[in-house]
């Protein structure tokens, strides 16, 4: 094509150039407005993501404290004990770092480190560190000799693999691995193992919840779809009042009337259907966390399955029917597959609120009832092994990930229809 | 009904203050458990501190830990100056380099003349914290319903006593009165969980009223689950329960045996701010007088010897005595066990674990 067959502008350039070249610039202005979501966004939800990843597998709590020892221990062959020089080193890292009271930097920082991966170790760094301006030559047997823990091979291991900031450690634990005397990664004890079955549990409530909403909420929406509009405005009123109700509310009603002394007890006993010492516990456990969150996620389902079903004229079903369809296969052949798209959105929606869900569960949820989120709070703000509980965020994260993809797979995400 | 009192509190002291002309009045903030405790707390320190300096003391609750300390720390935006925390999170903290070092030699000497470093019962004042109660986790029942609750056995023996035990959700310090149910001599305690095998005992122990558990968390708990008939026993804080009987007339008793105390000190979060107000705080609440004073609101023993002498009653009943109360009373100490924060520090994290799992199961 030669340029004499191309239309062109006063100026003569190309239109198509023209034209290209005006909508980018107002393509980019139109994107400027997006500005401020984008910063919104990066810094709410890209950094902290980001920094939730970097600390589940960044702990410089060893090379920060010991930096010149945990460079010695890291050529160290493994073998024994480490030499003379690297106990001198240690020795001698040791005692200066006493003297650092800046946070993150302190012995006892170190000392919480290496305690995660060896329990009990924590007090032979602090009480050492305290002596340890005073330990001269020979360092090592001094050393042992101020405590024979010094002399296992298997704290030595641990704080080579401690002295390098970026360790997988923190997953080991996250799923409910650990590192034997030797430093492979071995099952943890039957005892000591929560996170996993934890995990598996999480994903066995929400689907559960998500189940008891799909049959809960699918003839709800159906009415609201279809009764005349004075109803169907009732109905959907009593649908998004507790909506807009805290949540905080909802949780403790549920624990008023399913407590042992609660409403529904007492009406059972009153009724003579239990006795008095019978009573049945349905909160403070599972049953509980099930049964508060299904009506706190209800309208989460109702809403995307309504707004599909208030378009799907009524003839269509008549149509069937007039042709002679079974209701029932009329049902499954033309009303069903139209809802699908609600159903779908409804499902992701709730199975992914569930999945995370931390208050309700931490409320009612008794012994029994936490999910994964509450382990993960209780690392951020009880233990305050925040490595671990980035560990284990991160795994959550992943795992909606996949379930986000094979969902993606299996009904396609540009068939969602939130309302 | 607390944010109330706070205010109704900074509202007189703020005029006492204006009215003593006053220019130089600071604030600072105390962080305490809440309930009858920091009652306590602001009867004896805070009120006659505040009408001493006109300075102002705002009162906030917590739940413990340290979680919130190193949040404020890391954030470099400490709001909080002086806070009261058990003795392993006292240590802790200072060996993580989040509290303040706060230097003895402040400390004024007791009211009969003897130094600071006398005065205070050994182990009491810390690098980075001074001590100002001891307290206890004791057994309490109902006295108007139970009887016979006489040793920890007895409070881990389901058949001779049926019913609903109240503990404290977490390991501590229920591995220690398990194993004291278990026949484990109180000196030997932490030996005995020093093993796998002791461990694996005390869980055993507790296994074996798993099923009559109801799990409580904060200090005000307990009372409220005797009140309320939840539970028949219960584990709660020595000092809870005696405010229950003494303040609310409530039929409770308590069986020391077996009973785990620990203290309660003072830290400053580092970088806290008015640091020269907050010291003279320290000084003043860890006074001879001061302590003695805040033992008659509640029966937490005071850690200065020279306090003992001057705790005489309740500060509203004449007749009502606090020293037969103490955890450290003679007849109550007998079978009493040291909470050993050097081996929570070093293994609170393994057993937290195990406990929640053990939990979930």
Known sequence: MSNAELTLTEDGIPLKQKLAKTTALQRRRAFLLTMPLVLFLVISFVIPIGQMLFSSVHNDKVS??????????????GEGLPSEATFEIFVKDL??????REVGRTVGNMATRINYEMPGSRSLFTSTARKAKKIEAPYKENLIKINKKWANPAIWLTMQRAARDITPAFYVAALDLRYDEEGNVVRADELYQIYLDNFIKTLGVSALITLICVILAYPVAYLLSVLPLRQSNLLMIMVLLPFWTSLLVRTTAWIAILQTEGVINDMLVFLGFISDDGRIQMIYNQTGTIISMVHILLPFMILPLYSVMKTIPPSYMRAALSMGAKPMYAYRKVYLPQTLPGLAAGTLLVFILAIGYYITP?????????LISNLIAYHIQKSLNWSLGAALGTILLVVVLILYWLYNKLIGIDKLRFG | MKKLINKTLMATAISAAVAAGSVQAEDITVVSWGGAYTKSQVEAYHKPWMAQTGNTVVSEDYSGGLAEIKAQVEAGNVTWNLVDVELSDAVRGCDEGILEVIDSSILPAGADGTPAA???????VHECAVGNIVWST???YDGSKTSGVNSMADFFDTAKIPG???LRKGPKPNLEMALMADGVAPGDVYEVLSTDAGIDRAFAKLDSIRDSVVWWEAGAQPPQLLADGEVVMTTAYNGRIFNAVAAEGKPFEIMWDGQVWDLDLWVIPKGAKNMEATLDFIKFSTGTQALADQASWISYGPVRKSSAPLVSSYHNQPDLKMAPHMPTAPANFGGALQNDFEFWADNQDQLNERFNAWLSK
């Open chain 1, 362 to 370: 931490a409320l009612v949820g008794g012994e029994d009832g936490l």
């Open chain 2, 138 to 140: 004791i057994v309490a």
């Open chain 1, 95 to 100: 005692a200066k770092a006493k003297k650092v």
């Open chain 2, 118 to 124: 006398d005065d205070f019962l050994p182990g009491t």
């Open chain 1, 64 to 77: 920060a404290v010991v930096p010149t020892f945990a460079e010695a221990i890291i050529q160290w062959d």
């Open chain 2, 164 to 166: 609903k035990r109240g």
